[in-house]
């Protein structure tokens, strides 16, 4: 009571403070990063080993047999799972759960540099930490009937890439594709003969004709000066003025004993965006980034880029997973408050009071902007989990203020001719313990979900948080605020309680179920059995996932040819697969890759996969487009495995 009445006298204090969190919350809606899902530390890392064209039994042997041995070495690695091939490894390490992954990282690079003495010269390693964001959050394509691959690639990689890395929350730019230039030297013998030089004479001058060096420091009165030699190749006429000899006779140039030829290097990977040679620019999200902020930011730098960019050029987003998660948090959202109204609507009809109705105006918009405001104090987003919690604890707290509110109401018309300042403590400190009794109940079953571990503790602790936090607050708020409403409210009385037509209509109802049950109880009996039975009958023939069916809109087709197939020759029978996908109609456009893939893990020439984006809605769902698109590819194209799944 004394509570209740310290609580009145600090009002205005109260309400003041209550709103400063309201505004808090308004502030942290725009504010808090938006994602699909929780934001998961997978306990993974992935090591690449690069050691030129070293053949894949001796790689085995000199190298992913070393580098093993050594990572099993690292502290708290539970499982090591590793690829080889022609001259590179792959290595994915398994920690347990609950490890510091930034120490574990750079334990693995530790161990690495310690045996990399005793590995091929050459090689070389990459260690990154695995997260949900490995795969692009966008990506666009780069095409044109005008340009070559190399001047894609070169815009691509010296102009795109750099625009894009200073995007806050961007992590990486990965460019695939396209075609890097080279020149060749074609020696004639004849003539090397004759001037009496080698081939090692060549290669040297080149080396030499190709360095940037600091000669020293040259000082001049108050200045210093840093001297740089710089003697660069930068086209072909530098390369065919290269001097390889020099005497009495004249000098001897490049040009003179060789003819050099532009052309592009080897290239064993090919990129496609809807049947056009592309390059493909893939934007990789910090763990911690906005997906939807970050696709914003990156259509307007690459808006204002297209102005400075060669004509014939075109660059077409071909994903972009910020679309889905507006759409899944927008749909989510959505319930949220179309629940809210039919709970207001509800509680207006069948309690006929337009005072609790006033009350529940006040108080739910308090407790969600409350909850929203801790979420981004603890760093998390709005996804799936978060929205969902707040979506299933909506009922809860109408439910909370409505029995305070109801209780107080009940007990200021019991005492009617006491002082409404007396009564309401009395209401509020008879009705505490029930309240927190029935509060904590719910709370505390969502406290296993918590400490549970693996990848469903990643998803389902932000669930039991973020409930828990609305329970809690819903709780402190029912105590709190409501009083103070109901005081304000209930100082120009309760009025007289309307009749409702509903409500007496449903209590007929209930009591004539009731005397019936009560008469034949055998029946209720029964059907609770048959209920019983059903039940089980279901739970023992239900589906079972981790996570809910999802319509993406648009999926991965993973692809594997015969080991040794050359690329022409995938290409060749990508040729057809390509024609599956362009002939269906659902299909708004596809990027494939070969020798590639999305998560840039290890690949081989005859492995690869295609991007199909489908057209919006109305279109048949993801999973028969994908079953009709399978289908047609195991009957026409042989000797291919594939493998579809949603991004």
């Not at 190298?63 to 091939?85: G, Y």
């Not at 095409?143 to 010296?158: F, G, K, M, P, Q």
């Not at 405001?373 to 978060?386: D, E, P």
């Not at 409930?467 to 103070?484: D, E, H, R, Y």
């Amino acid at each position: 009571m004394k509570f209740q009445e310290l609580l009145w006298r600090k009002k205005k204090a109260i309400i003041f403070l209550i709103i400063v969190i309201v505004f808090g919350g308004i502030f942290a809606t725009f504010k808090t990063p938006v994602a699909l899902f929780p934001n998961v530390e997978f306990p993974r890392i992935r090591v690449t080993v690069d050691s030129g064209d070293i053949p894949a039994s001796t790689m085995a042997i000199e190298v992913t047999k070393k580098v093993e041995q050594t990572l099993r070495a690292v502290p708290d690695v539970v499982h090591i799972r590793s690829t080889t091939s022609r001259g590179s490894a792959e290595f994915i390490l398994d920690f347990g759960w609950g490890q510091n992954m930034n120490v574990n990282l750079l334990n693995v690079e530790s161990a690495l540099n310690g045996i990399l003495p005793t590995l091929p010269k050459g090689t070389t390693f990459h260690a990154i930490r695995m997260y949900p964001t490995v795969y692009p959050a966008i990506a666009y394509s780069l095409t044109s009937d005008n340009h070559s691959l190399v001047e894609l690639r070169d815009i691509a990689l010296y102009e795109i890439k750099p625009l894009l890395l200073n995007i806050k929350g961007v992590a990486n730019v990965q460019v695939q594709g396209g075609e890097k230039e080279e020149y060749h030297v074609l020696v004639n013998p004849m003539k090397l003969y004759t001037y009496n030089l080698t081939m090692s004479d060549v290669i040297k001058s080149l080396s030499n004709s190709n360095v940037i060096s600091a000669v020293g420091r040259l000082e001049d009165y108050y200045k210093l000066y840093l001297v740089v030699s710089k003697s660069q190749l930068h086209n072909m006429q530098s390369i065919e003025d290269t001097v390889l000899k020099t005497s009495s006779n004249g000098i001897v140039r490049l040009s003179d004993i060789a003819t050099i030829k532009k052309s592009i290097v080897p290239n064993w990977t090919k990129v496609v965006a809807n049947g056009k040679n592309a390059v493909i620019v893939q934007i990789i999200q910090s763990p911690q980034g906005n997906t939807v902020q970050i696709a914003h930011d990156v259509d307007k730098k690459l808006h204002e880029f297209k102005s400075k960019l060669p004509s014939g050029i075109k660059i077409a987003k071909w994903y972009d997973q910020s679309k889905l998660i507006v759409s899944s948090t927008h749909s989510l959202r959505d319930a949220i408050i179309i629940g809210i109204i039919l709970s207001i609507i509800v509680v207006l009809v069948f309690l006929n009071n337009f005072k609790i109705t006033v009350t529940l105006l006040i108080s739910l918009p308090t407790i969600l902007f409350t909850t929203i405001l801790l979420i981004y104090v603890f760093k998390m987003s709005f996804n799936i989990m978060t929205l969902g919690g707040i979506a299933a604890a909506v009922g809860l707290i109408i439910d909370d203020v409505i029995v305070m509110i109801e209780y107080i109401m009940r007990f200021v018309e019991e005492h009617k001719n006491e002082d409404i300042s007396k009564v309401i403590p009395l209401a509020v400190k008879d009705f505490l313990k029930p309240l927190l009794g029935s509060s904590l109940s719910t709370t505390v079953i969502f406290i296993p979900f918590a400490f549970l571990s693996g990848v469903t503790g990643a998803f389902f602790k932000t669930l039991s948080i973020t409930m828990a936090m609305s329970l809690i607050i819903s709780f402190l708020v029912t105590v709190i605020l409501v009083p103070i409403i109901a005081r304000k409210l209930l100082n120009r009385g309760i009025g007289k309680e309307k009749k409702n037509i509903i409500v007496d209509f449903l209590a007929k109802l209930y009591k004539n179920a009731i005397n019936f049950s009560f008469r034949k109880p055998i029946i209720i009996y029964l059907l609770v059995l048959i209920l019983v039975i059903c039940g089980i009958y279901s739970f023992k023939n239900i589906g079972s996932g981790f996570m809910p069916s999802m319509d993406e809109g648009g999926f991965v087709l993973d692809y594997v040819t015969k080991p040794g197939t050359s690329l022409n020759e995938t290409q060749y029978t990508l040729s057809k697969i390509e024609n599956i996908i362009q002939s269906n109609k659902y299909v708004q456009n596809y990027t494939a890759r070969t020798g590639l893939q999305l998560g840039g893990g290890l690949t081989e020439p005859n492995t690869g996969d295609f991007f199909i984006k489908l057209k919006p809605f109305p279109r048949p769902s993801v999973q028969k487009i994908m079953d009709e698109i399978r289908n047609k590819i195991e009957t026409t194209v042989p000797g291919v495995n594939i493998d579809m799944a949603q991004l």
